[in-house]
């Protein structure tokens, strides 16, 4: 049981962290994305499922690569 705490399974732990923290991260990045286009007036269903697609890319982007970091840098015993 304490082998998955090594540095051999730094990947999982990073797959672990950035789909836990992908659903906040998405629904934030979403809802900044809505208030900026909604200052040029309302926004429709289209264009908010829209948005809501490129904040998924975003915020799976934003979640590994902050995961990856993070876990190289806990599992390299700094």
Request: charged share 20%; hydrophobic share 55%.
């Amino acid at each position: 049981m304490a082998e998955i705490f090594t540095a051999k399974y730094m990947l999982l732990w990073a797959l672990f962290l950035g789909g836990a923290l992908f659903l906040p991260v998405r629904q934030l990045v979403w809802v900044l994305y809505v208030r900026r286009a909604e200052k040029d007036g309302p926004a429709d269903e289209a264009t908010q499922s829209a948005l809501k697609r490129r904040a998924a890319f975003s915020a799976a982007l934003i979640c590994f690569v902050f995961s990856y970091l993070y876990t190289a840098y806990l599992f390299s015993g700094r």
